[in-house]
């Protein structure tokens, strides 16, 4: 700043040198201290004393700024005693400026002891703010009127009108707030604070949720399990449409269908398709842990001589229609299926077995037909079998049973013999057993037959009777003989 370019118009008044020596002294000995505003201020303040005003700080570019409370401004030059609302009718005759703060052009000081700026001179409270006469208003909670004169302001407590409410219902509490349109009367509000409310939300089950909601008028909420719409099975959800286990004979679905009971949706299942069909001989078991039964076998399926295929029972017994002497059975041997062919073989009629008997002078020949058969099959011994066919042998055949009449003795001549072993070998056959081990068996062989005298016995009437039954069942006894070989 160019001092003396400034302050020339004081020149004339006031001499320079030595503020402009101190100013320098206090910018370089004194760099720190801010000491250079104030030599110009003192040289200022001297020439106004003089009557020359001189706005020095606007050129110090801020560095010796003045600042002024809200509503003053800065002047350098201004009267040393302000005009104010008491004194505006007074004649000032002191005509001395000095540099200060004053009241916007168009105002004044309200009085020397209220440093207030006002545009109409009415009354000033102790807010410190400008009323005019009349004007009503409030402060400190009381209801003020400005009047005019003497009077001042007056003022009368603030009434309020709003009626302090209750606070009803669980989780609502009272509140006091500042009343935006009347900061001296409190409002009085309940207030909602969810923290106070005692229900807790509950534990679902499985396939609900926990809704909520706040009824209109409430604080706290009410809660409710409400469905998620899925399936439940075995502590698990499943969403519709998702495949659910349930066993594995069925295949199950959780379905978009609700249960109107349960709430929850349903769960389909269709079980698993199986094979009814089974060949014939073989009927369908269920099976335990299975979801489809097994095609078991339930009677005997056996080969016949021209391969067709023959379906016994158990117990069951034919002959091959082709071949009588040709026995088909079926044996139940513990659980376990066993078909058996029995072969029923004679030997070749001989007629040195015929011998001629006499009575009464008249010859006559019967047969001694003694027959030792050959049988092939199986033995089964306690749910054992034999590996192969074994050979077996039986007696059986006519032995010269008679009745003849005598005329000697005038009386019928009866003669009986039977068909019985002459000799017989013992023979050891290996059974197989079903756990898989093996057993040596011991049979009885038949090597010769013969007939044996026998007491004959007067029949019965009713076995007189049955006697053309008995030679009706004579070949049907023969096929169970062959067939109790198999199931001894």
Sequence with gaps: MDFLCVFKPCHAFVQPEKYYAACVFDS??????????????????????????IDWRKHTNGVCSHECPPGKEYRACGPIKETTCKSR????????QVEGCFCPNGT????SGVDVCVKTCGCVGVDMVSREFGEKFTVDCKDCICLEGEHGIVCEPHVCHQKKVTCEGEGFYEVTEVNPKDSCCPLFTCKCNTSLCTAKAPKCSLGFEV????PSGQCCPVYQCVPKGVCVHENAEFLPNSSVFVD???NCVCTNDVNVSTQLNIISCERVPCNTYCQPGYELKPVK????????????IIKTSDNSELILSPGDFKNDPHNNCTIYSCVDVHDQLIASTSEITCPAFNEDSCKPVSKNGKFTLYSIHRLLNFISDFIVYNGCRSVD????????GTCGTFSLYSAEANSMDHSCSCCRETSTTEKYVVLKCPGGHAVSHKYIYVESCSCQDTECQRPESN???????????????????????TSK
């Design 89 to 96: 009718g007074q004649n000032e005759t002191s005509t001395k």
């Design 389 to 396: 066919r074994v050979d077996m042998t039986e007696c059986e």
């Design 211 to 214: 809704h909520s909601y706040i």
């Design 108 to 111: 004044m000081l309200y009085d």
């Design 28 to 53: 370089c000995v004194l760099p720190n201290l801010d000491l250079e505003c104030s030599s110009l201020q003192i040289y200022a303040a001297t020439c106004a004393d003089q009557g020359a005003c």
């Design 289 to 300: 842990g299975e979801c489809c039964g097994k095609c078991v076998q339930t009677k005997c």
């Design 463 to 485: 076995e007189l009777q049955n006697n053309e039954v008995n030679e009706k069942t004579t070949a049907l006894n023969r096929i169970k003989r062959a067939i109790s070989l």
């Design 248 to 250: 594995k004979c069925q």
